[in-house]
Each structure stands twice: as C-alpha cells, then as structure tokens.
C-alpha cells in the first residue's frame, strides 16, 4: 500500500462519544498535519508533528487531542465535540529539509457530530 | 503572515474554453509555490509547482507562473474538459518540505 491512507472515510457521532481518526504514510516522511475542510472556508490547520514532536497547535480546542506514536502514524482524538466540529478531516506527510518536497494528502474522513 | 488569496468561484466554463484562475500571496521570504486540485469525494492532489521567480509549473495541460514583481501564480488551461471539474487550491510554504498556507479554493464546473 502507497500514499496516505485514512480510516475511517466517514464518521457520526453524537456529542457525547468519544471516537479517533487514523491516519497512516508509507513514503518513508518525516512529518504529519492534520487539516481541518469546513464548507466555505480555507483549509485550516489544526496540527504538525516533525519527527514525532508537535511543532505546532494553532489554538485548536482540547476536545481534539493528537497523538504521533511514529513517523508513520497520526491519530486524532475527538472527545465531546460540537455540531460545528462536523468537517472533513485531512491528514496529510512531506518530508521536511527535502528541496521540492510537497505536502501529500489522505482522502479525508468526513465527521458529522449530531 | 503569510496568506494566499484566490479568486471567488465558482467558475463555470464550457468544454474547450480557456481557464484562468487567479492567485495571489504575501509572504515574508521566497515560498516556495503549489496548485492542488481536489476532486469530489477525495483528498487534496498536487498539481504543480514552482520554487523560484519566474518558474512555470505544468501538468495535465495547466500552467502556473511564479511571478514576484506582482506577487502572484495564476492557474491557467488552454481548453477545459469536463472531468476537470474540481476545486483548486493555491498554496504557499517559506519551508521546503513544511506545512502549507491555503487560499480558500475555487471551485471549477466544466460543461458539455
């Protein structure tokens, strides 16, 4: 298997639940985001892990917790969460200090929080 | 910060017309430029890419500039087919290899 590879593709759950997105590379990358796809807006960052190390949480809310066992795995756990959280969530790995190295995306899991 | 403005969709084009989608950034240094393209259902692909100042980036019959004195990386297709319908994203990175800064994308419908 190739690429970035996402499970599960969809995903509803009440407020109450508590469920993960994985996310898992095989291009031998370094480093992994999570993205956040709502309706009408830009594609939001949520986190970056480099080297298995969070870099970066740009003020993501605790009812999203990351987890980065490895440099090829990320995993995002969703606890409580509110009927705007509903999105398509992109996992996405690139290989940092490479030259000309883009960033390559998963298919999304689609998340509907009832 | 750094930012990246695309034109507002959607667009709708007719099959064989020209495609132009337009894109400009801010950026404190010399990013490094993308196209991605997401088709309905999927996740986000490149398209293409540029590195420096007056670079083209092409692939599949799309073309994009890196063009510094106006701060800008059009998208462009001499003639459009359906199955290009999709949304495009313009992209930026100051850090090779690193995370990305999206435009809010365009949303392409080609007819028959």
């Known amino acids: 298997e190739t690429g970035v590879t996402q499970t599960p593709r969809h995903l509803v759950m009440g407020m109450t639940n508590k469920k993960s997105l994985k996310c898992e590379q095989h291009?031998?990358?370094?480093?992994m985001y999570w993205y956040k796809q709502s309706a009408k807006k830009p594609l939001e960052l949520m986190f970056v892990?480099?080297?298995?190390?969070?870099?970066e949480n740009n003020s993501v809310p605790s009812r999203f917790s990351p987890e980065c066992p490895n440099s090829s795995h990320l995993f995002l756990h969703l606890h409580t969460l509110q009927p705007e959280d509903s999105a398509l969530y992109l996992c996405?790995?690139?290989?940092?200090?490479?030259?000309?190295?883009?960033?390559?995306f998963g298919n999304g899991t689609r998340l509907t929080v009832t | 910060g750094d930012s990246v403005t695309q034109m507002e969709g959607p667009v709708t084009l007719s099959e064989e017309a020209f495609l132009t989608i337009n894109c400009t950034y801010t950026a404190t240094g010399y990013p490094s430029l993308f196209w991605y393209v997401q088709y309905p259902g999927e996740g986000l692909q490149l398209l293409l890419k540029a590195t420096k100042a007056d670079d083209k980036g092409s692939n599949k019959g799309f073309e994009a500039t890196y063009r510094k004195e106006t701060t800008s990386f059009h998208l462009e297709k001499g003639s459009v087919q359906v199955s290009d319908s999709a949304v495009y994203f313009c992209?930026?990175?100051?850090?090779?290899?690193?995370?990305?800064?999206f435009g809010q994308g365009t949303e392409l419908s080609v007819k028959p």
């Open positions: 992209a930026l990175t100051e850090n090779q290899g690193g995370k990305l800064i």
């Open positions: 291009l031998g990358h370094n480093a």
């Open positions: 892990y480099n080297f298995k190390e969070q870099t």
């Open positions: 996405a790995s690139s290989q940092v200090g490479a030259y000309n190295s883009p960033l390559h």
